[in-house]
């Protein structure tokens, strides 16, 4: 196979960005579609870059003709919870609409092989619970709403079309590249390792823990993170996956371990030796008490083995990230 090259829509993101370097690592050429929206230009150094919009039909046509890609890889969204509960339009218009412009482009170019970036947000609030790939779908935002309307699109592009795809939900992704080369920088910055980071750096007066009222131990929100390196190995693995014609498969990401945002906070203190100032503010609409994935599917099925998604890990790679490019990305 003389052509290796992958189109990863949102290759000049936080997550698509790390892919991109994993697909670089494994043999393949990623291909970065992304219209720099949330992403970043100086993000992309492991292959070509050929700006665009998903909501560009013509655009993506041209991309598939020039570069022939084997495959896709699908991270370019909007992705934010508490935006998508005030924006739901702008949700399912460009997720739904956008993905649905570049799956028919793909199949347009006999481009079969998809691997999608969707969320464990597609389960909803499922208290108390160890969230599987069999586990009910009730999404209660927006964001989980769309990327599981795209995954009903990949179904049916199945059915229709003999596209062939596997589907990654996974959970809170959190640590950067150990290189350094790549790490996480969104404006504005939603996320909370990041947040904590800037606080404990003074770049921001407080990190703030929206809602302390959760049924939970210390009353905080609990997710399962998992390291931004081990996630998209995965992805790796999806694709050798269906080029290997084992089929369309959906796999969850993550620990199936949980952290409060109070836990995840100590936890820093371990790493950084600085304590967090924070302040305590009220919930966030769409936000659930607790996300924990099962994932022994990706382990046992896929062969994906986490090696540094503990939360000491994650945090350090993060921290030496936010400390030795203290310039980050810029316009």
Known sequence: MSNKNVLVTGGAGYIGSHACKALRDAGFTPVTFDNCSTGWAQAVKFGPFARGDLMDR??????????????????????????????????????????LNLVEAAVAANCLDFVFSSTCATYGDQDNVVLDEGSQQLPINAYGASKLAIEGILNDFEAAHGLRKVIFRYFNVAGADPEGEIGEQHVPETHLVPLMLDAIDGKRDALTIFGTDYDTPDGTCIRDYVHVCDLVDAHVLGLNWLKSGKGSQVFNLGTGEGFSVREVVSHSHAVTNRKVPYVDGDRRAGDCTKLVSGSSKAITELGWKPTRS??????RDAWRWHQNTKAHYSE
Do not use: C
Not at 70 to 82: D, E, K, P, R, T
């Open 58 to 99: 013509a655009r993506l046509d041209e991309v598939f003709a020039e570069q022939q890609p084997i495959a896709v890889m699908h991270f370019a969204a909007l992705s934010q919870v508490g935006e998508s509960m005030k924006e739901p339009g702008r949700y399912w218009r460009e997720n739904v609409t956008g993905a």
């Open 310 to 315: 503990d939360l000491e890990t994650m945090v």
